[in-house]
């Protein structure tokens, strides 16, 4: 029997599913990922719901739409009163703590509006999604024409120096920096440079440093349950990898990009304004593209590598048969697939992401080593987690479903038939107000927004403002044709939009009471003496008749 019930749970940035050896790519080899997908369960359908960092992390974290937790975009606040992990988990009596990334902002106004100090227990627990325990660090860092971005100083700096790494900003300077042939320091956020190994030793680097912080962490947490959250910062950009990781895949057969000409010829005015932006522009050109996808491979491996060690000091501590591991991303990266850099619209290389989760307890053995090709989502965690720990899940506020039944459901005699859920689709969103063509399209903050509908066939993009996107992965599965002008998918995109009005008029927006509440509410009108519509007291039902006064 399990006693006691951790969880690790491991993010990693910016990684796109088909980087995994285990989810099909066969130039990376990620074995420790590979080995935790062969003691777990591998789902195939897991879409994020948020396409950048910050609102996706704020679905991972709260469990809810990004419709519903309001933090629409990187920079927007999650509000101060929204429960995340580390509330719905210190209720049933684990201890959070974080080391690496979470990209949340805190909610000031909200805090300053409640009375609650930034700086005091509960204005730190408030301000980073409850992740006020352990060691924060955003990882970007970086310095240009208008100052910096990266906010408050990271332990890490401290570590880089003591290394002999001395600057100002050794993250900038070293360990996402090189020198180029002739000696001259280069930005690693040029892509340009990616051939060229950082300027750290790969036992200095963010996930060197990020998986030993993590094992120090483990080490000391003691004999009380426990989640840390390892949440590493690569492979995201800068791409610049420490050596060998730098060279690895370079000078080696890449998979081909996925694009064709078509998708430019008349494309919808967003997709049109995604693909004149910089990074589109620059990853459509192959060349440019096969220069950076060799050092994106490599970070991808040297997080393995790291894993490794990760999961070594859980067998070393005893906590191996205690520890529920999630292995997951906040979104993925073009890559130069339908013409297109960095993420933000809603194509599978972004919205589909890589999860994992292996069980330690007896429950699971039947379902060990399955593909689950179920629709799942990022919301589906914090339910998972809470139940997968003793606790009951907050519907109120938690807006996905357990995956416990998939991990506990099938026996070995039908694990290959692993159909757990009944989920007609998932929905993700994006808030474009931060780009450039928002005006120029005439959006404002309020209005610039995406939402797509996936059923497992059509993917429906409604684009306020504008006409939708479709997509049909059954006939398309590459996503090369947009039917969302084509006259004969009218009724397919009338379903779908309907789907979607009932999705948003479904969201949890009553959070203030739980759902025994409600059922407790009801009926009490009538025993309290509001007895509405009724002509005479002969008519109420004897239940809720009383005695009639005696006059005095």
């Not at 909610?107 to 609650?116: F, K, Q, S």
């Not at 610049?240 to 078509?262: E, F, I, S, T, W």
Request: net charge negative; aromatic share 10%; proline share 5%.
């Amino acid at each position: 029997m399990v006693t006691k019930k951790n969880i690790l749970f491991i993010m990693l940035d910016q990684l796109r599913a088909d980087a995994l050896s285990c989810y099909g790519n066969s130039l990376v080899d990620t074995p420790h990922i590979d080995r935790l997908a062969t003691r777990g369960v591998k789902f195939s359908r897991c879409y994020i719901q948020g396409t950048s960092c910050g609102n996706s992390r704020a679905s991972y974290y709260t469990g809810r739409h990004v419709r519903s937790h309001g933090a629409s975009w990187n920079g927007w606040a999650t509000r101060t009163d929204e429960l995340t992990l580390a509330d719905h988990l210190g209720a049933c009596g684990l201890n959070t703590y974080l080391m690496g990334k979470t990209h949340m902002k805190p909610d000031l106004a909200g805090m300053d509006r409640l009375g609650i100090e930034p700086q005091s227990e509960l204005g730190r627990f408030i301000s980073n999604a409850g992740f006020s325990q352990g060691e924060r660090d955003d990882g970007l860092h970086t310095v240009g024409s208008g100052g910096g971005y990266g906010g408050v100083e990271p332990a890490y700096f401290d570590y880089l120096r003591r290394q002999g790494y001395h600057a100002s900003n050794p993250w900038a300077q070293y360990a996402n920096a090189m020198e180029d042939e002739a000696g001259v320091l280069r930005n690693g956020m040029f892509l340009k440079h990616g051939h060229l190994p950082a300027r750290v030793d790969k036992i200095h680097s963010e996930t060197a440093y990020t998986t030993d912080r993590a094992i120090d962490m483990i080490s000391q947490m003691g004999a009380d349950s426990w989640c840390l959250h390892v949440s590493y910062i690569k492979p995201h950009w800068p791409l610049a990898a420490p050596a060998p990781y730098h060279q690895m895949y370079r000078g080696m057969d890449l998979p081909k990009v996925n694009k064709c000409a078509a998708e430019k010829q008349n494309p919808h005015p967003l997709y049109h304004a995604f693909m004149q932006q910089t990074h589109s522009k620059t990853y459509a050109q192959d060349s440019r593209r096969d220069h950076a996808l060799p050092t994106y491979y490599g970070l991808v491996k040297e997080i393995d590598d790291n894993l490794g060690r990760l999961f070594e000091s859980l067998d070393k501590c005893g906590e191996s048969d205690n520890t529920l591991i999630v292995l997951s991303s906040d979104h993925g990266d073009y890559f130069g697939d339908h013409w297109l850099g960095e993420k933000d619209l809603f194509h599978d290389p972004v919205t589909r992401v890589p999860l994992i989760v292996m069980d330690p307890t007896p429950a699971a053995d039947g379902s060990r080593g399955t593909t689950c090709d179920e629709l799942v989502c990022a919301i589906d965690l914090v339910p998972t987690l809470v139940e997968w720990a003793g606790g009951t899940p907050q519907w109120q506020w938690l807006e996905g479903q357990s995956l416990v039944p998939i991990l506990h459901g099938p026996s070995p005699k039908n694990a290959a038939t692993n159909t757990q859920l009944i989920r007609p689709y998932v929905v993700a969103e994006c808030d474009y107000s931060a780009m450039d063509f928002a005006s120029e399209l005439g959006r404002n903050s309020y209005n610039s927004r995406m939402t797509m509908l996936f059923d497992g066939r059509y993917k429906y993009i409604h684009c306020l403002g504008f006409s939708p996107m479709l997509y049909d992965l059954q006939e398309d599965p590459q996503e090369r044709v947009d039917l969302g002008r084509d006259q004969d998918y009218s009724v397919v995109r009338s379903q779908l939009t309907e789907q979607m009005v009932d999705w948003s008029a479904g969201l949890k927006n009553r959070v203030t009471g739980s759902e025994s509440m409600a059922e407790q509410r009801k009926g009490k009108s009538d025993q309290q003496g509001i007895l509405i519509g009724y002509w005479q007291s002969n008519d109420v039902p004897q239940a809720l008749q009383i005695e009639p006064e005696v006059p005095t």
